[in-house]
């Protein structure tokens, strides 16, 4: 199975911050690979797929880049409602797997 | 508006069965693969299992496989997960998905005695 890994697992920032998260898959996955939201007792939100897609209804203040192994979430300028935990998940093949997340909170 | 409603979930004991349904509306049911993805307390997401539209292709994790049974009927708009030999470990929140796209609010299995 392909294993997933996320840095940082936590990261404390300010609102106005740029973040930055950081997938990496233990073998190539080309560009399949999702970017997901989760808040506390929500399901998780799809933010990006295909690497670098934006979701229909998700703010231009994120974004997705990266192929192959290695990925990147970018939130350009942190809001308030983005507190929240950030999973990457690749569905090159099965079995799917999702990184272990990265939860975000307000420094 | 995609809707996806999940039941059936609640408290079982070790060893024991339970079958959860999802319930999808809002979009052509049968052109779409479907998943299950569950979340123990206070841990991250796992994928479980996911089917075809036609029910052709069918996958499980290793954590699951010889124990849960995946299935969907079109016709009822509706995905199914059958659940045996339940262990505490299978205790989770567990969410039907529409491919990545749209899920479901998760209904709770508890394995406990």
């Known amino acids: 199975a392909i294993q997933m890994t996320q840095s940082p697992s936590s990261l404390s920032a300010s609102v106005g911050d740029r973040v930055t998260i950081t997938c990496r898959a233990s073998q190539g996955i080309r560009n399949d690979l999702g970017w997901y939201q989760q808040k506390p007792g929500k399901a998780p939100k799809l933010l990006i797929y295909a690497a670098s897609s934006l979701q229909s209804g998700v703010p231009s203040r994120f974004s997705g880049s990266g192929s192959g192994t290695d990925f990147t979430l970018t939130i350009s300028s942190l809001q308030p409602e983005d507190f929240a935990t950030y999973y990457c998940?690749?569905?090159?093949?099965?079995?799917?797997?999702f990184g272990p997340g990265t939860k975000v909170d307000i420094k | 508006e995609v809707q996806l409603v999940e039941s059936g979930g609640g408290l079982v004991k070790p060893g024991g069965s339970l079958r959860l349904s999802c319930a999808a509306s809002g979009f052509t049911f049968s052109s779409y693969s479907m998943n299950w993805v569950r979340q123990a307390p206070g841990k991250g997401l796992e994928w479980v299992s996911s089917i075809s539209s036609s029910s052709s292709y069918i996958y499980y994790a290793d954590s699951v496989k010889g124990r849960f049974t995946i299935s969907r009927d079109n016709a009822k708009n509706s995905l199914y997960l059958q659940m045996n030999s339940l262990r505490a470990e299978d205790t989770a929140v567990y969410y039907c998905?529409?491919?990545?796209?749209?899920w479901g609010q998760g209904t709770l299995v508890t394995v406990s005695s």
């Open positions: 998905a529409r491919e990545s796209t749209a």
């Open positions: 998940l690749q569905d090159y093949n099965y079995p799917f797997t």
